[in-house]
Protein backbone atom coordinates (compact mmCIF):
# COMPACT_ATOMS: atom_id res chain seq x y z
CA UNK A 1 0.00 0.00 0.00
CA UNK A 2 1.14 3.06 -0.62
CA UNK A 3 1.48 5.70 1.91
CA UNK A 4 1.03 8.80 0.05
CA UNK A 5 -2.49 7.45 0.26
CA UNK A 6 -2.73 7.71 3.57
CA UNK A 7 -1.11 11.06 4.02
CA UNK A 8 -1.19 13.79 2.36
CA UNK A 9 2.54 15.14 2.09
CA UNK A 10 1.98 18.28 0.21
CA UNK A 11 -0.14 19.70 3.24
CA UNK A 12 1.31 17.81 6.11
CA UNK A 13 4.40 20.01 4.50
CA UNK A 14 2.32 22.99 4.30
CA UNK A 15 0.87 22.84 8.14
CA UNK A 16 4.85 22.34 8.96
CA UNK A 17 5.57 25.20 7.70
CA UNK A 18 2.60 27.57 8.96
CA UNK A 19 3.81 26.01 12.72
CA UNK A 20 7.52 26.46 12.46
CA UNK A 21 7.00 29.98 13.24
CA UNK A 22 4.95 29.49 16.01
CA UNK A 23 7.08 26.77 17.47
CA UNK A 24 10.16 29.38 17.14
CA UNK A 25 8.38 31.94 19.09
CA UNK A 26 7.72 29.76 21.63
CA UNK A 27 11.13 28.17 22.15
CA UNK A 28 12.61 32.11 21.56
CA UNK A 29 10.25 32.97 24.79
CA UNK A 30 11.69 29.59 26.90
CA UNK A 31 15.01 30.79 26.08
CA UNK A 32 14.27 34.23 27.03
CA UNK A 33 12.54 33.33 30.46
CA UNK A 34 15.90 31.34 30.95
CA UNK A 35 18.35 33.97 30.23
CA UNK A 36 15.92 36.46 32.49
CA UNK A 37 16.53 34.24 35.19
CA UNK A 38 20.40 33.97 35.25
CA UNK A 39 20.69 37.62 34.45
CA UNK A 40 18.49 38.74 37.40
CA UNK A 41 19.57 35.87 39.84
CA UNK A 42 22.74 37.10 40.97
CA UNK A 43 21.12 40.91 41.57
CA UNK A 44 18.39 39.43 43.94
CA UNK A 45 20.88 37.79 45.90
CA UNK A 46 22.62 40.82 46.58
CA UNK A 47 19.68 42.87 47.22
CA UNK A 48 18.25 40.32 49.78
CA UNK A 49 21.87 39.91 51.25
CA UNK A 50 21.22 44.21 51.73
CA UNK A 51 17.94 43.17 53.08
CA UNK A 52 19.81 40.71 55.55
CA UNK A 53 17.94 37.81 54.43
CA UNK A 54 19.83 34.74 55.77
CA UNK A 55 21.33 32.32 52.75
CA UNK A 56 19.43 29.39 52.90
CA UNK A 57 16.52 31.58 53.02
CA UNK A 58 17.92 33.18 49.71
CA UNK A 59 18.94 29.92 47.88
CA UNK A 60 15.19 28.82 48.83
CA UNK A 61 13.71 31.72 47.57
CA UNK A 62 15.29 32.32 44.42
CA UNK A 63 16.46 28.33 42.81
CA UNK A 64 13.13 27.02 44.04
CA UNK A 65 10.46 29.70 44.44
CA UNK A 66 11.69 32.99 41.58
CA UNK A 67 12.77 29.62 39.36
CA UNK A 68 10.22 27.83 39.61
CA UNK A 69 7.71 30.48 38.99
CA UNK A 70 9.66 31.65 35.83
CA UNK A 71 8.99 28.05 34.53
CA UNK A 72 5.43 28.28 34.83
CA UNK A 73 4.95 31.28 33.38
CA UNK A 74 7.18 30.42 29.92
CA UNK A 75 5.53 27.12 29.62
CA UNK A 76 2.09 29.12 29.71
CA UNK A 77 2.94 31.41 27.16
CA UNK A 78 4.68 29.25 25.30
CA UNK A 79 2.36 26.23 24.89
CA UNK A 80 -0.41 29.49 23.69
CA UNK A 81 1.78 30.12 21.24
CA UNK A 82 1.52 26.77 19.76
CA UNK A 83 -1.95 27.11 19.98
CA UNK A 84 -1.94 24.46 23.61
CA UNK A 85 -4.15 26.62 26.18
CA UNK A 86 -2.87 24.96 29.76
CA UNK A 87 -4.73 27.06 32.14
CA UNK A 88 -7.72 24.66 32.89
CA UNK A 89 -5.57 22.32 33.34
CA UNK A 90 -3.43 24.74 35.85
CA UNK A 91 -6.88 24.82 37.19
CA UNK A 92 -7.62 21.60 38.02
CA UNK A 93 -4.05 21.33 39.38
CA UNK A 94 -4.54 23.62 41.86
CA UNK A 95 -8.20 22.28 42.96
CA UNK A 96 -6.25 18.87 43.29
CA UNK A 97 -3.71 21.11 45.17
CA UNK A 98 -6.07 22.57 47.62
CA UNK A 99 -7.48 19.15 48.10
CA UNK A 100 -3.37 18.05 48.77
CA UNK A 101 -2.86 21.01 51.25
CA UNK A 102 -6.07 19.58 53.88
CA UNK A 103 -4.59 16.08 53.40
CA UNK A 104 -1.19 17.06 54.40
CA UNK A 105 -1.33 20.08 56.85
CA UNK A 106 1.23 18.89 59.05
CA UNK A 107 3.87 19.10 56.18
CA UNK A 108 1.98 22.81 55.38
CA UNK A 109 2.24 23.99 59.05
CA UNK A 110 5.92 22.71 58.73
CA UNK A 111 6.67 24.85 55.57
CA UNK A 112 5.05 27.97 57.29
CA UNK A 113 7.02 27.39 60.51
CA UNK A 114 9.95 27.04 58.30
CA UNK A 115 9.13 30.46 56.85
CA UNK A 116 9.06 31.40 60.30
CA UNK A 117 12.19 30.33 61.37
CA UNK A 118 13.82 32.19 58.10
CA UNK A 119 12.40 35.77 58.75
CA UNK A 120 12.72 35.35 62.94
CA UNK A 121 16.14 33.93 63.16
CA UNK A 122 15.96 32.49 66.34
CA UNK A 123 19.26 30.35 65.33
CA UNK A 124 21.18 30.11 62.44
CA UNK A 125 22.75 27.33 60.33
CA UNK A 126 26.58 26.88 62.82
CA UNK A 127 24.73 27.36 66.39
CA UNK A 128 24.25 25.13 69.03
CA UNK A 129 20.44 24.35 70.14
CA UNK A 130 18.43 22.58 72.81
CA UNK A 131 15.25 22.31 71.43
CA UNK A 132 13.12 18.73 71.58
CA UNK A 133 15.45 16.99 74.31
CA UNK A 134 18.12 17.34 71.76
CA UNK A 135 21.26 19.51 71.87
CA UNK A 136 23.66 20.14 69.08
CA UNK A 137 24.77 22.03 66.52
CA UNK A 138 22.46 22.91 63.27
CA UNK A 139 23.80 21.84 60.06
CA UNK A 140 20.91 22.56 57.74
CA UNK A 141 17.51 24.44 57.99
CA UNK A 142 14.79 23.77 55.44
CA UNK A 143 11.74 25.01 54.50
CA UNK A 144 10.29 21.27 56.43
CA UNK A 145 12.88 20.28 58.63
CA UNK A 146 15.99 21.79 60.74
CA UNK A 147 19.04 19.00 60.82
CA UNK A 148 21.01 19.08 63.89
CA UNK A 149 24.28 16.93 64.56
CA UNK A 150 24.71 16.17 68.50
CA UNK A 151 27.88 15.54 70.31
CA UNK A 152 27.14 11.86 69.76
CA UNK A 153 27.81 12.68 65.82
CA UNK A 154 23.51 11.48 65.73
CA UNK A 155 21.71 13.31 62.89
CA UNK A 156 18.28 14.41 64.18
CA UNK A 157 16.06 15.59 62.18
CA UNK A 158 13.68 17.82 63.94
CA UNK A 159 10.08 19.50 62.00
CA UNK A 160 10.05 23.20 61.79
CA UNK A 161 6.33 22.96 63.54
CA UNK A 162 7.84 21.30 66.73
CA UNK A 163 10.90 24.15 67.32
CA UNK A 164 7.99 27.08 66.64
CA UNK A 165 6.18 25.11 69.23
CA UNK A 166 8.54 24.15 71.86
CA UNK A 167 11.06 26.06 73.69
CA UNK A 168 14.64 26.65 71.95
CA UNK A 169 17.87 27.67 73.85
CA UNK A 170 20.57 28.84 71.31
CA UNK A 171 23.84 28.58 73.14
CA UNK A 172 25.84 30.82 70.36
CA UNK A 173 23.47 33.59 69.66
CA UNK A 174 25.66 35.79 72.15
CA UNK A 175 29.05 34.37 71.18
CA UNK A 176 30.54 33.99 74.73
CA UNK A 177 28.73 31.73 77.94
CA UNK A 178 29.07 31.10 81.08
CA UNK A 179 28.88 27.23 82.24
CA UNK A 180 27.64 26.46 85.76
CA UNK A 181 29.08 23.13 87.41
CA UNK A 182 27.22 22.10 90.24
CA UNK A 183 29.60 20.80 93.84
CA UNK A 184 28.14 19.71 97.02
CA UNK A 185 30.23 19.91 100.16
CA UNK A 186 29.63 18.61 103.69
CA UNK A 187 27.69 21.41 106.09
CA UNK A 188 30.47 21.31 108.38
CA UNK A 189 33.02 22.54 105.89
CA UNK A 190 33.70 26.13 105.11
CA UNK A 191 32.44 27.78 101.93
CA UNK A 192 35.99 30.21 101.98
CA UNK A 193 37.75 26.92 102.13
CA UNK A 194 36.10 25.72 99.39
CA UNK A 195 35.66 28.33 97.35
CA UNK A 196 39.85 29.10 96.97
CA UNK A 197 40.20 25.11 96.64
CA UNK A 198 37.74 25.27 93.34
CA UNK A 199 38.85 28.97 92.00
CA UNK A 200 42.63 27.69 92.31
CA UNK A 201 41.61 24.46 90.16
CA UNK A 202 40.17 26.66 87.22
CA UNK A 203 43.93 28.24 86.12
CA UNK A 204 44.91 26.49 82.99
CA UNK A 205 41.91 24.36 82.10
CA UNK A 206 41.56 24.43 78.28
CA UNK A 207 38.34 26.34 76.91
CA UNK A 208 37.99 28.89 80.05
CA UNK A 209 38.51 32.48 80.08
CA UNK A 210 40.03 34.71 82.20
CA UNK A 211 37.44 37.52 82.41
CA UNK A 212 34.91 36.96 83.08
CA UNK A 213 36.44 35.57 86.27
CA UNK A 214 35.51 32.09 87.57
CA UNK A 215 33.62 32.21 91.18
CA UNK A 216 31.77 30.10 93.08
CA UNK A 217 28.56 30.86 94.73
CA UNK A 218 26.15 28.79 97.25
CA UNK A 219 23.04 28.23 95.56
CA UNK A 220 21.23 26.09 98.31
CA UNK A 221 21.58 24.69 102.24
CA UNK A 222 20.84 21.20 101.79
CA UNK A 223 19.71 18.11 104.22
CA UNK A 224 22.82 16.53 103.12
CA UNK A 225 25.17 19.37 102.89
CA UNK A 226 25.97 22.63 101.15
CA UNK A 227 25.42 23.19 97.19
CA UNK A 228 27.41 25.22 95.65
CA UNK A 229 27.92 26.99 91.65
CA UNK A 230 31.00 26.97 90.57
CA UNK A 231 30.83 29.45 87.67
CA UNK A 232 33.21 29.48 84.51
CA UNK A 233 32.86 31.39 81.70
CA UNK A 234 34.02 30.15 77.58
CA UNK A 235 33.94 32.18 74.27
CA UNK A 236 32.88 29.42 72.10
CA UNK A 237 29.64 27.54 72.55
CA UNK A 238 31.49 24.33 71.06
CA UNK A 239 32.95 23.84 73.72
CA UNK A 240 30.14 23.62 76.61
CA UNK A 241 30.12 20.23 76.92
CA UNK A 242 33.83 19.25 77.04
CA UNK A 243 34.52 22.28 79.25
CA UNK A 244 31.62 20.91 81.66
CA UNK A 245 33.54 17.43 82.17
CA UNK A 246 36.99 19.27 82.22
CA UNK A 247 35.81 21.51 85.28
CA UNK A 248 33.62 18.74 86.83
CA UNK A 249 36.57 16.53 87.35
CA UNK A 250 39.22 19.52 88.12
CA UNK A 251 36.81 20.08 90.81
CA UNK A 252 36.59 16.64 92.28
CA UNK A 253 40.22 16.56 92.41
CA UNK A 254 41.05 19.87 93.79
CA UNK A 255 38.09 19.39 97.02
CA UNK A 256 39.88 15.91 97.58
CA UNK A 257 43.31 17.86 97.63
CA UNK A 258 42.09 20.43 100.29
CA UNK A 259 40.44 17.77 102.69
CA UNK A 260 37.36 18.75 101.95
CA UNK A 261 34.71 16.12 102.30
CA UNK A 262 31.68 15.97 100.22
CA UNK A 263 28.80 14.65 101.30
CA UNK A 264 27.78 10.41 100.45
CA UNK A 265 24.43 9.31 100.15
CA UNK A 266 23.27 7.39 103.80
CA UNK A 267 20.92 5.96 105.26
CA UNK A 268 19.41 5.90 108.73
CA UNK A 269 18.04 3.15 110.27
CA UNK A 270 16.09 3.75 113.74
CA UNK A 271 15.13 0.57 116.20
CA UNK A 272 13.19 1.04 119.31
CA UNK A 273 12.43 -1.46 121.22
CA UNK A 274 8.91 -2.17 122.73
CA UNK A 275 8.06 -4.39 126.06
CA UNK A 276 5.54 -5.81 124.33
CA UNK A 277 8.03 -7.62 121.78
CA UNK A 278 10.27 -8.09 125.16
CA UNK A 279 7.75 -10.25 127.27
CA UNK A 280 8.10 -14.07 127.13
CA UNK A 281 4.89 -15.80 125.00
CA UNK A 282 2.52 -17.22 127.45
CA UNK A 283 2.68 -20.65 127.40
CA UNK A 284 -0.65 -22.62 125.48
CA UNK A 285 -2.89 -24.94 127.74
CA UNK A 286 -3.04 -28.15 126.95
CA UNK A 287 -7.02 -29.70 127.25
CA UNK A 288 -7.59 -32.30 129.94
CA UNK A 289 -7.61 -35.77 128.47
CA UNK A 290 -10.84 -37.45 128.14
CA UNK A 291 -12.04 -41.09 128.89
CA UNK A 292 -11.79 -41.85 125.03
CA UNK A 293 -8.38 -40.17 124.81
CA UNK A 294 -6.97 -42.88 127.17
CA UNK A 295 -8.62 -45.87 126.00
Known amino acids: MNLSEWI ?87 VVGVALGFAAQDSVANMISGFLIFWDKPFRVGDYVSVQDQYGRVTEITLRTTRVRTPANSFVVIPNRKIIESTLVNHSKHGGMRIDVPVTISGSESVDEARRALLGAMAGIEGVVDEPEPDVVVKALGVAGTDLLLRVWIDDAALERPVFYRVTEAAKEALARAGLETPSPQIQLVM ?13 RRPPKTDDEDE
Not at 17 to 25: D, E, I, S
Not at 28 to 57: D, G, Q, T
Not at 276 to 282: I, Q, R
Open 8 to 94: DLKALGTTAVAFLPRLLAAALILFLFWVAFRSSRAALHKIMLRAHFEEALIDLLIDNIYRSALIVIAVVIAAGQVGINILPALAGLG
Open 272 to 284: EQSEALLKPAPEK
